[in-house]
C-alpha cells in the first residue's frame, strides 16, 4: 500500500516570501501521480498542482512549483510571493495510475501567512 | 449543480443511533467518492463509485458503514449504531474520471458528532 508523510505540521511565512512545503511518499509502482491541495479554513478543498510521475519537468501553476525528486520519492511545494489568501491547510496526495482512482493523503501541513 | 453539495452540513447523533449522510455530486461527474477526515488529519479514503458501480470499499472501518449510489448520481453513506470514534468530517467529492486525472472536487462536508 501506498503511504504519503507530511513531517511539517505548521509553517509560517512572511507574506511576499517563498515557503516549501515538503512531502514523501512510499511505492513499488512506476506510474502515479502526485497532488497538492489545498483546504482554506472552513472551505472546500481544491487542487493546486499535479505531477505526472513519468514527467520529467517539474509541474508549475503561477505562483506554485514542485520539486519533484522520483527516486527520492520527494514532492515539495514551492511557493512564490506568498499572500494571504495562501494561509490554509496542504495536503500532498498519491493517485497510482493503474485502475483506481482514489487519492491517499498525507496529514498535512498549516500554513500561516504573516502580514 | 454548480458543485458538490452534502446534507446535512452538521449533523449530532447520540451513540447507537443510525445516520445517512447526502452527497449530491456535480452532474455529468461519472465518479464519487468518500473521505473521513478527523480533526487535524488528512481525508481517508472510505469508498468510492464509478457510476451506480462501487469499486472499492477498502476504507469503510466496519460493516457499520455503508454506501450507495442507485442511480449514478446522488450518493449516501449510512452509519449504523454510531460509536464515539465515528465523529469527523465525512467529505464527498466527484470528478470526471480519467479526463481531468486527479481533479476531484470536494463538497464542504457533514460535520458528524456522536455524544
Known amino acids: 500500500a501506498q503511504t504519503v508523510t507530511q513531517s511539517q505540521p505548521e509553517m509560517s511565512v512572511q507574506e511576499a516570501e517563498t515557503v516549501t512545503l515538503s512531502c514523501t511518499y512510499d511505492t513499488s509502482e512506476s506510474d502515479y501521480y502526485l497532488f497538492w491541495y489545498k483546504q482554506p479554513p472552513s472551505r472546500q478543498m481544491i487542487l493546486v498542482i499535479r505531477?505526472?510521475?513519468?514527467?520529467?519537468q517539474n509541474a508549475t501553476e503561477n505562483r506554485f512549483s514542485v520539486n519533484f525528486q522520483k527516486a527520492a520519492k520527494s514532492f515539495s511545494l514551492k511557493i512564490s510571493d506568498s499572500q494571504l489568501g495562501d494561509a490554509a491547510m496542504y495536503f500532498c496526495?498519491?493517485?497510482?495510475?493503474?485502475?483506481?482512482?482514489?487519492?491517499?493523503f498525507g496529514t498535512g501541513t498549516r500554513l500561516t501567512i504573516i502580514p | 449543480g454548480a458543485g458538490v453539495s452534502q446534507s446535512p452540513r452538521y449533523k449530532v447523533a447520540k451513540r447507537g443511533q443510525d445516520v445517512a449522510l447526502r452527497c449530491d455530486p456535480i452532474s455529468g461527474h461519472v465518479s464519487l467518492f468518500w473521505y473521513q477526515q478527523a480533526l487535524g488529519q488528512g481525508p481517508e479514503f472510505l469508498t468510492y463509485?464509478?457510476?451506480?458501480?462501487?469499486?472499492?470499499k477498502s476504507g469503510l472501518p466496519s460493516d457499520r458503514f455503508f454506501a450507495e449510489r442507485p442511480e449514478g448520481s446522488v450518493s449516501t453513506l449510512k452509519i449504523q449504531r454510531t460509536q464515539q470514534e465515528d465523529s469527523a468530517v465525512y467529505l464527498c467529492?466527484?470528478?470526471?474520471?480519467?479526463?481531468?486525472?486527479?481533479?476531484?472536487?470536494f463538497g464542504p462536508g457533514t460535520r458528524l458528532t456522536v455524544t
Open positions: 505531477q505526472e510521475a513519468y514527467k520529467q
Open positions: 463509485f464509478q457510476n451506480e458501480a462501487q469499486l472499492d
Open positions: 496526495a498519491y493517485r497510482s495510475d493503474f485502475g483506481n482512482e482514489k487519492l491517499t
Open positions: 467529492a466527484s470528478s470526471l474520471a480519467d479526463r481531468d486525472i486527479g481533479r476531484l472536487i
